[in-house]
């Protein structure tokens, strides 16, 4: 795997696995999936509405929603929308992490909930992209002009290669499907408007090798629309029109990825 460019968000996530390490040895098959689920999501996100676990009813599919914050923002609408059709859980805790700690994050899941679950996934629908372009000058400060990618692009085709990789290794019965990187505008203070639309025309060039995976083109809904959905202005993030908008297509991508399966 790739070595991690953000410094902050790789030290976050290695205190995670080291907790996740210590729940193990201290025994973590007689704690509760509520209390392995907690340890997972970390205290700061245990009452975030998108880290919260679903009351899962064992004849129901099992979805992971795995992405960043814009994925946080629709997973209430997507919610609403599988709400008695799917158990419906979604990843990772925290919001800065980019496509280097997508395998690192998906290990620590499995492992942490393993005394827990024993069920597999019926559809995975993941994304990552918007850290990965962030760019940073040497002294660490936000420099969309002067800086460099927090996951260039080399770093990010191998990154997406090997979390296809795990996923089909792993998760070998789960329908997969990959949400494209929702735009940038321009004057983000962070990033460039081209890496989003880069990043994505590499996602789909390697996605082209595994037809069976699905591409849920957010990008290409999102930016028709992008001055209206928009938060505010030069920011990645959307209103609720926009989420419940994006929400819909994420649902009805997940719902159509499982037509026809027992």
Not at 166 to 193: D, H, M, S
Request: hydrophobic share 40%; charged share 20%; net charge neutral.
């Amino acid at each position: 795997m790739v070595k991690y460019c953000g410094c902050i968000p790789a030290t976050i996530l290695g205190s995670l696995f080291l907790f996740g390490a210590l729940l193990v040895a201290q025994g973590a098959d007689t704690l509760s999936e509520q209390e392995l689920w907690n340890s997972l999501v970390g205290e700061e996100n245990r009452d975030t509405p998108a880290h919260q676990l679903p009351v899962r009813d064992e004849r129901l599919p099992n979805v992971l929603l795995f992405g960043d914050s814009i994925s946080s923002d629709y997973h209430l609408f997507v919610s609403m929308a599988l709400n008695g059709k799917v158990n419906l859980y979604r990843m990772p805790p925290g919001e800065d992490w980019d496509s280097s700690t997508f395998v690192p994050h998906l290990k620590n899941l499995t492992s942490t909930m393993a005394p827990a679950w024993r069920f597999q996934w019926d559809v995975i629908h993941f994304n990552f992209g918007l850290h990965d372009m962030k760019r940073y000058n040497t002294l660490g400060k936000k420099d969309r002009d002067n800086g460099s990618m927090q996951v260039n692009y080399e770093d990010y085709t191998q990154n997406l290669t090997a979390g296809l990789r795990w996923l089909k290794e792993n998760a070998p019965n789960a329908k997969l499907i990959f949400a494209t990187t929702t735009p940038v505008p321009a004057g983000e203070p962070r990033r460039r408007t081209a890496d989003s639309i880069l990043l994505n025309e590499i996602a789909r060039k390697i996605l082209s090798n595994y037809p069976d995976v699905i591409i849920n083109d957010l990008y290409a809904l999102t930016l028709p629309h992008f001055d209206k959905w928009t938060l505010k202005p030069r920011n990645v993030h959307f209103n609720p029109t926009g989420s419940q908008a994006q929400s819909e297509a994420v649902a009805q991508a997940i719902l159509r990825s499982l037509a026809g399966r027992k």
